[in-house]
């Protein structure tokens, strides 16, 4: 069941975020974006969080200012990839304290590390919200102790 | 940690309002980093953070060309935040088939085998996300240790477990999974849920490819859902909102259903106790969102599991009262899953009785607000369809479809279509539909559809005459599709004599009916129409005056086909006795049975992905032929051709094409609108590296325009008859099987250069009979000046895959038409165009004697006209001709080609309006005049 795509996109059509799974060709790449995004912004509340596009579904949901969508296979569990998103979420949330769109702009690159603890190779790889956040914390310690060894130097 | 001038950048771009100011922020800031690169001397901090830089610009969309070998520099430092970031860049930057991946693979084996298992974590995020061909040779095996050794520390070995997994769908032939197979299977024990979870998804994949050696799994996978499910034996760390660990139970949900059921009684018992703990907990709707979803996604694939392992048990019949409720729920994500979880098992149940119960809440699914769930809906009515209530399911779809959505609609005709051809008991129904469908889908009728229809009306004697009446009765609406004069003028030019004699279809008014429209349709349809004519004449005798009148118009058009069609039927109309009229018209044989086109259609449409389905939308027997046995479906494929009808038609025309310079003849129907060739996998070698060793011999003799064999071996022959005409061409392609045995997979694809457009005029048979020749027609566009000539890939499956490629000799000097000059406008021309660079000369010394005749071939057989009397010289030649290009216009080609006996050499120079001709043009009569005579290949 692995995970095509994520993708961050802001209410504004604007991409936060965005990871490959699969291997694709630039032009390819943006042609799923704009089409996703498009689709996606299109939706109205209370719809399901789920549609098809091209042989794929798209899992996605909104989260304040921003969308948070999954590429998935045809027959993926629709259910437990929302989840996984919702976990996603809920570890950026903890890291950065009530995580907002501006802390995604800034530290975009921890928002890439994190994703990395949670999947691989499109597949959740921790579920566990303490696991991935010892990981991250784990490295944060290790730049820490370099940057005041630089420091003292 | 923070980078101050990285912050203030990113800062600077959100404060650019408008796309300019960042464009030029960006630029500003490229053209600083690109400065600051070569200078050489920089601190690992601002390499860093440079990086970082463009890899913000890279997430906003902008292209980076530069900064990679400096990620590269950053992955070998020793400070794991500079590692860190040059493993990001390499991530987001590289594709596994960059040129610098080998420059990194030695990096990352250094940190797989570094004893920091932080380091170990970012070298396998990088193959992970890389996984080229390179790494996963020389990088497998690594990560295998990684994984099974029983020092790795347990995040080490769920990011191993996964990188594999990405390692194996990319290059499946690089990792031995069966001889690792039980080492792998056995992690699945694995105390810590975050391993376990890693592997099942790992193992669900290895399994789908090598069921046998992971059938250890099956055990395994129960045993585990026992514990958790059942024994509730987790640690607190891994419970999602009350639920333990919902993603293992799902993945090892699935994993079961890619194996046949258990025959041990007491897995199967276990089993049993797992599903039914999983339909009790849902008895409840917990109020919490999240817990409610993660409840729901575990229901669902139990449900499924429960489906696959029978689907007539006690929990399928609760799991059904479940769904019943679900597609009733306010919630839209839970009817969508109940729609869709209800599609499967209508898809492989026999018991279809508790599912029709809720007819009427499904239909009115397809009224919902959402077309997520209209789609669930109609995949629904599609799956339980059978005999019984196809009527009411049909006329719902078709008063549906007026207001479905456009995206909908292609899709809901197409399954229309078969479930009434499916399901019909009485013919007329059936003829009603599929017309009733023509007439309102309009546009979103597909081709096949109405091939289909003229194939069933044709072979079913029973329907023709009610279908003339019905075809006729639409076509005399004011709203007429297209569509429907296609399939009136196919029936009635059959049929058309069945009903002369009820009131209001006597024979003129049939013509009239279909002339009325004859003005406002599409040249393919007029086409048609005009072989209904003739059709017609051969019926009924007494219009012949109207249609002459039609044909005789018809004459002077300026499309060709049109033009062509009308002069050569009214030859045969007015031909002085009927015997080629009637032979020429005689009624069409019946099709051979054959799977439907439309079935195809729709197959093709649901492609496979990388999770192999474990079901297929559409009743009972479309899920026989689900992977796991596609022998049959192979076998059925094998015995009678899956062509489809369009197939047929054309097949008649190319035979016809051959002798009659390409006309259609008369009894087929519209020629079949040509597809462009398959688009061809871009594999890593290029075809060009693989030609048929020996192929030149072959393709020399052909180069210079003549008919005859373009490659043979004791399998296989294939011949090419060609035919040019100013930027046009047909090639007609023949392929004989030398064999005694049929040649099964048989595929051709073509990769034609740019500015050459190749198109087959149909698809092909998939397989040849044994000694029996097949052959495919191509229509060849000359769009622009073209230098390189198409290739053709040949397969077909004989013990295994055998690729033959070929070059097509169709060489630039196809498209020129030959023309006279006199002296005076050849020397005005010449001086007009002048020197270099669009003339070109060459003195060409040939192996043995000057021969005059065959210098004189060779430009004739190059399509260039040899004007006489023009060079002052007599034995100089003299030759020009137009080259056509459909989208870049014409390009004029003078040349002189001047024999010097005494050397055998020639000196040939070539004057076009364009260099490149000129260049091209050269050489190929470089190369005819050095090849040695050929023997007569014709």
Redesign the interface.
């Known amino acids: 069941?692995?995970i095509n795509y994520v993708l961050l996109v802001s209410r504004q059509g604007k991409?936060?975020?965005?990871k490959w799974?699969t291997?694709l060709s630039p032009k390819e790449k943006?042609k799923i974006v704009k089409d996703v995004t498009q689709l996606v912004l299109a939706r109205r509340t209370?719809?399901?969080?789920?549609?098809?596009y091209k042989?794929?579904k798209v899992i996605y949901r909104r989260y304040a200012s921003l969308y948070f969508i999954a590429g998935v296979?045809?027959?993926?569990?629709?259910?437990?990839t929302?989840?996984?998103i919702?976990?996603y979420v809920e570890v950026l949330d903890r890291y950065f304290g009530n995580v907002s769109e501006l802390d995604l702009?800034?530290n975009?690159?921890r928002a890439?590390?994190m994703l990395?603890e949670l999947l691989?190779?499109g597949?959740?790889?921790?579920?566990?919200?303490?696991?991935v956040l010892k990981?991250i914390n784990?490295?944060d310690a290790?730049?820490?102790e370099?940057?005041n060894e630089e420091k003292n130097k | 940690m923070a980078m101050r001038g990285l912050t203030v950048f990113i800062a600077d771009i959100r404060n650019c309002r408008v796309r300019e100011l960042e464009e030029k922020r960006i630029n500003k800031e490229m053209a600083n980093i690109r400065t600051k690169f070569k200078d050489g001397s920089l601190s690992g901090y601002d390499k860093k953070k440079y990086v970082c830089k463009l890899l913000y610009m890279y997430i906003l969309g902008w292209d980076i060309d530069f900064g990679h070998m400096e990620a590269v520099n950053l992955i070998s430092s020793p400070k794991y935040s500079e590692k860190q970031i040059g493993y990001l860049g390499i991530t987001l930057l590289m594709h596994e088939n960059s040129d610098l991946v080998r420059l990194v693979v030695n990096s990352i084996r250094k940190d797989l085998d570094d004893n920091n298992e932080i380091h170990n974590c970012l070298a396998l995020h990088a193959i992970a996300n890389i996984g080229g061909r390179e790494m996963a040779e020389s990088l497998a095996s690594d990560v295998h240790r990684l994984l099974v050794s029983p020092n790795s520390k347990s995040f080490v070995k769920k990011k191993a477990a996964l990188t594999m997994l990405r390692l194996f769908r990319k290059h499946p032939d690089v990792i031995p999974a069966p001889d690792w197979a039980e080492r792998i299977t056995n992690i699945i024990d694995d105390y810590d849920l975050g391993v376990c979870l890693s592997v099942t998804s790992l193992v669900t994949a290895l399994a789908q490819q090598y069921p046998e050696a992971f059938m250890l799994a099956i055990p395994k996978a129960i045993m585990r859902l026992h514990k958790v499910i059942v024994e509730r034996d987790f640690s607190a760390d891994y419970v999602y909102y009350k639920i333990p660990i919902p993603w293992l139970q799902v993945k090892l949900l699935r994993l079961l259903q890619y194996f046949p059921p258990t025959e041990d009684p007491n897995m199967s018992e276990m089993l049993h106790n797992v599903l039914q703990t999983i339909i009790n907990n849902s008895q409840e709707t917990p109020r919490n969102v999240q817990h409610n979803n993660a409840q729901n996604a575990i229901l669902f694939e139990a449900i499924n599991l429960a489906i696959h392992l029978d689907c007539e048990s006690d929990i399928v019949r609760q799991a059904t009262n479940i769904l019943a409720r679900f597609i009733l729920s306010k919630e839209t994500n839970v009817r969508y899953l109940g729609l869709e979880t209800m599609a499967h098992l209508a898809a492989v149940t026999d018991e279809l009785d508790e599912i029709k119960k809720h007819e009427e809440t499904i239909i009115l699914s397809l009224r919902d607000k959402d077309i997520s769930v209209r789609r669930r809906g109609l995949d629904l009515l599609y799956s339980m369809c059978d005999v019984s209530n196809a009527k009411t399911i049909v006329s719902e779809l078709i008063r549906y479809l007026h207001i479905a959505d456009y995206a909908l609609r292609e899709e809901m005709v197409l399954k229309i279509a078969i479930m009434t051809e499916k399901y019909a008991t009485e013919h007329s129904w059936y003829v009603d539909v599929i017309l009733q469908l023509i007439s309102s889908a309009g546009d979103h009728v597909g081709e096949e559809v109405w091939y289909r229809v003229v194939q069933i009306v044709t072979n079913h004697e029973n329907l023709q005459e009610y279908s003339a009446k019905m075809v006729l009765h639409y076509m005399r609406s004011p709203h007429c599709h297209e569509n429907m004069l296609k399939v009136g003028g196919y029936i009635l030019g059959e049929y058309g004599h069945l009903i002369a004699n009820l009131p209001g279809a006597s024979p003129i008014e049939q013509f009239n009916t279909l002339h009325a429209r004859f003005g406002l349709c599409s040249l393919a349809t007029r086409a048609l129409l005009l072989s209904t004519y003739i059709k017609f004449i051969n019926l009924f005798p007494e219009i012949k005056g109207a249609i002459l009148a039609v044909f005789n118009q018809y004459r002077h058009v300026l499309d060709a086909e049109l033009q062509q069609r009308a002069c050569e039927y009214m030859a045969i109309a007015t031909m002085p006795t009927d015997d080629l009229l009637q032979t020429v018209c005689e009624e069409m044989p019946q099709f051979p049975e054959r799977e439907s086109a439309l079935l195809s259609r729709l197959n093709e449409k649901t492609g496979q992905t990388e999770d192999k389905r474990t079901w297929n939308i559409g009743g009972k027997d479309s899920n026989e032929k689900t992977p796991a046995n596609l022998l049959a479906a192979k076998e059925r494929n094998e015995n009678g051709s899956v062509d489809d009808l369009a197939n047929s038609v054309s097949n008649t025309s190319i035979s016809a094409a051959g002798g009659e310079n390409g006309a259609a003849a008369p009894a087929n129907g519209s020629p079949a609108p040509p597809t462009p060739a398959a688009p061809t996998a871009k594999t890593g070698l290029t075809w060009k590296d693989q030609l048929a060793p020996g192929y030149e011999n072959w393709y020399n003799r052909l180069r210079d325009g003549a008919d005859g064999i373009l490659y043979e071996d004791s399998i296989l022959q294939i011949g090419i008859k060609s035919e040019y005409h100013g930027h046009l061409g047909r090639l007609a392609i023949y392929f004989g099987n030398k064999t005694h045995t049929q040649l099964n997979s048989f595929a051709v694809s073509v990769e034609s250069p740019e500015g050459l457009v190749v198109a087959n005029s149909h698809t092909l048979a998939t397989s040849i009979g044994p000694s029996t020749q097949i052959q495919q027609l191509y229509s060849l566009e000359c769009q622009q000046i073209v230098t390189e000539v198409p290739l053709i890939r040949i397969s077909y499956q004989a013990g295994s895959t055998q690729s033959i490629y070929l070059k097509l000799p169709v060489l630039m000097s196809r498209f020129i038409e030959p023309i006279q000059l006199s002296s005076a406008d050849f020397f005005a021309r010449w001086k007009q165009i002048g020197g270099a660079p669009r003339e070109v000369q060459e003195i060409i010394k040939v192996p043995g004697r000057i021969e005059l005749e065959r210098a004189r071939t060779i430009l004739v057989n190059h399509r260039l006209g040899i004007c006489e009397n023009v060079d002052p010289k007599p034995g100089n030649f003299v030759a020009t001709g137009v080259f056509n290009t459909s989208l870049s216009g014409k390009v004029g080609c003078l040349l002189r080609l001047e024999p010097n006996h005494e050397s055998n050499m020639y000196r040939l120079t070539v004057r076009t309006t364009s260099d490149v001709v000129s260049k091209h043009l050269k050489e190929i009569l470089h190369t005819a005049l050095l090849s040695k005579p050929a023997p007569s290949t014709r």
């Open positions: 069941m692995p991409t936060r975020l965005a799974f291997t943006s209370k719809m399901c969080n789920f549609l098809e042989d794929t296979g045809p027959q993926d569990n629709e259910l437990i929302l989840e996984i919702h976990r702009i800034f975009f690159e890439y590390y990395d691989i190779a597949e959740m790889q921790e579920s566990s919200k303490i696991a990981a784990d490295h290790v730049e820490m370099e940057a």
